[in-house]
C-alpha cells in the first residue's frame, strides 16, 4: 500500500518495520511510540538526488526543512545522506549543532528572527541567513558592527497562490513572510548589499505546503527568474535560487500528489528554459523538502484503552495518545490512515480519539476497521512530520519516544519524557 512505510509489511499475523516486530518495538518502549524507518528517509532523499542529477545540469542542493522533523537522531541520519538543512529558530539550529551539521550548508529561516538568535547564527557560520523584513535588516545592520561576514538571502513572497489548507499557504503578497517581489523586495537586496559585512548570495520562496501538483512550482520558477533578472540588471550577482518546499505526501488512499521525480522535473526543465532565456550562468538551485522525506517515513503505535458505543452513533475507540501528539486534525481537519496490529478483515465504521480534554482530541473522524478491542495496537500512517515537532504537554502528559529502525536494528532516539521532565521547569 502507497501508505506504507518502505520497510513495513505484514507476516504470520504480524506487522513489521524495519524488520523488527511492531510488538517486540512496543514491549521495549511502550506506546504511543513513533517510529520511524530509516530506510523510507534514505530512499526520498535518493530521489531528490537522482531526479535532480536526471533533469537539471547545474549544482542542486536538498535542503531539509527541520520543522517537520528537527530531533539530533534524525538529521544525524540526513547528515549521513548528505543533505542541506533549513532552520527556522535557535533551537533548530543548536539541535544542527548537535547533530554536527556541516553549519556551511544551513539557511536559517523565520519571519521574525531575534537580535540574538541572528548572532547566534552568524557565529555559528551558517551557510546563509534568509532576510525577512526590513526590521531583520536593521538588526543586521547593527550586528555588521561586530561580525564582518554575514551570508544573506532574501524570502520573498511571490504571489502565487498554491491550493492547499489555508493555513499553509505562504505564497500571497498578503502574507506574513517575506518581502512582496517587485520594488520592495528590490529595495531590500540594496539595502542589505548597502551594508559592508553583508554579502547578498540569492533570494529564496516558499509558496506553501501540502501541495499535489507542480503547477505553482512552474509558475514560482518563471516568477524567480523574472526578479533574479531583474537584480542582474541592478548590478546584483545571485548564487543561489531557493524554491522551498512544500511537496505533498499521500496521508491517505484518496490522496495523488505528484511523485518525487514528477515534482523535480518539471521544476527542473523550467529552470533549465529560463537559465537559456536569460543566459545565466554560475546559479545553484535549492529545494527545502521537509514533510515529503519525513511524512511517509513515519507510522505512530498506540494502545486502545478505551470504547464507547453510543446507539445510532459511529463509537468512539480512545487512544492513548492524540492531539498532542499529532495536533493536524485539530489544525487542519487532517486525514489519517489507521490499521490495526494483528487484524485485517474490516469490521465496523468507528472514530478514533485521544485521551486529553477537549472535545476537537481525534485523530480520525471515521475509519474502517476490524473489530476493535481494548489492548490493540493501532497504527496511524504517515506521521513522520508535523507531529513530533508540533507535540506539547497539554493536560501534562509526556511525549512519545521515537525510535529509528533499520535492517532489523532499533535505535532509541527520543526517550519518552517522564514525570519529572514535565515538573523540571517549575520553579
Ligand atoms: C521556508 C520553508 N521551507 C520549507 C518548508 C517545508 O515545507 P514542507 O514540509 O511542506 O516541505 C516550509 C514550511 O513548512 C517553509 O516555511
Ligand atoms: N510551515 C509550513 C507549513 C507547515 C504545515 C505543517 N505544520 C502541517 O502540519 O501540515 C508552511 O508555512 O508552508
Redesign the pocket.
Known amino acids: 500500500m502507497k501508505l506504507y512505510p518502505q520497510t513495513f509489511e505484514r507476516r504470520d499475523g504480524l506487522c513489521y518495520i524495519g524488520g523488527i516486530s511492531i510488538k517486540d518495538l512496543v514491549q521495549k518502549y511502550y506506546t504511543p511510540l513513533y517510529i520511524v524507518c530509516a530506510q523510507t528517509v534514505k530512499s526520498r532523499v535518493e530521489s531528490f538526488k537522482e531526479s535532480f542529477k536526471k533533469y537539471l545540469p547545474f549544482e542542486s542542493r536538498i535542503a531539509f526543512?527541520g520543522?517537520?522533523l528537527c530531533v539530533t537522531g534524525f538529521l544525524k541520519k540526513l547528515k549521513e545522506l548528505d543533505t542541506w538543512l533549513?532552520v527556522?529558530s535557535g533551537g533548530e539550529l543548536y539541535t544542527a549543532i548537535k547533530a554536527g551539521f556541516d553549519m556551511k550548508r544551513i539557511y536559517f529561516?523565520g519571519n521574525n528572527k531575534s537580535f540574538e538568535e541572528l548572532e547566534f547564527a552568524i557565529k555559528s557560520n551558517v551557510g546563509y541567513i534568509?532576510v525577512d523584513g526590513f526590521s531583520e535588516i536593521e538588526k543586521i545592520r547593527e550586528l555588521s558592527k561586530k561580525y564582518n561576514y554575514i551570508p544573506c538571502m532574501i524570502?520573498i513572497s511571490p504571489g502565487i497562490e498554491a491550493h492547499t489548507h489555508e493555513f499553509?499557504k505562504?505564497g500571497k503578497i498578503d502574507s506574513k513572510?517575506g518581502f512582496p517581489i517587485g520594488e520592495d523586495a528590490i529595495k531590500a537586496v540594496k539595502e542589505l548589499s548597502s551594508i559592508d559585512s553583508v554579502k547578498f548570495k540569492g533570494i529564496?520562496a516558499?509558496i506553501?505546503?501540502?501541495?499535489f501538483d507542480s503547477k505553482p512550482y512552474v509558475e514560482l520558477v518563471n516568477v524567480m527568474f523574472d526578479f533574479a533578472n531583474k537584480l542582474n540588471n541592478e548590478g546584483f550577482t545571485l548564487e543561489n535560487i531557493n524554491f522551498?518546499?512544500?511537496?505533498?505526501i499521500a496521508y491517505t488512499e484518496e490522496d495523488y500528489p505528484l511523485s518525487i521525480e514528477e515534482f523535480v522535473k518539471d521544476i527542473s526543465l523550467e529552470i533549465v528554459k529560463n537559465m537559456k532565456k536569460y543566459s545565466m550562468k554560475d546559479l545553484a538551485f535549492t529545494v527545502?523538502?521537509?514533510?515529503?522525506i519525513a511524512g511517509p517515513s513515519g507510522i505512530t503505535v498506540y494502545r486502545v484503552g478505551s470504547i464507547k458505543k453510543i446507539n445510532g452513533f459511529v463509537p468512539y475507540v480512545a487512544v492513548d495518545g492524540g492531539m498532542a501528539d499529532n495536533p493536524r486534525y485539530a489544525l487542519y481537519k487532517a486525514k489519517y490512515h489507521a490499521e490495526l496490529d494483528e487484524k485485517t478483515e474490516i469490521f465496523q465504521e468507528v472514530k478514533i480519539v485521544g485521551r486529553f480534554c477537549e472535545s476537537g482530541d481525534m485523530l480520525i473522524e471515521k475509519i474502517m476497521l476490524p473489530e476493535v478491542n481494548v489492548g490493540d495496537l493501532l497504527l496511524v500512517f504517515a506521521t513522520g512530520?508535523?507531529n513530533y515537532s508540533m507535540a506539547s504537554n497539554y493536560n501534562r502528559f509526556g511525549r512519545p519516544a521515537m525510535v529509528m529502525v533499520e535492517d532489523g536494528k532499533d535505535t532509541l532516539i527520543v526517550r519518552r519524557e517522564t514525570y519529572e521532565d514535565i515538573v523540571s521547569h517549575d520553579m
Open positions: 526543512a520543522k517537520s533549513d527556522v529561516h534568509v524570502r499553509i505562504t513572510f529564496h516558499h506553501g505546503s501540502q501541495i522551498g518546499g512544500g511537496f505533498g527545502e523538502p521537509g514533510r515529503s512530520a508535523y
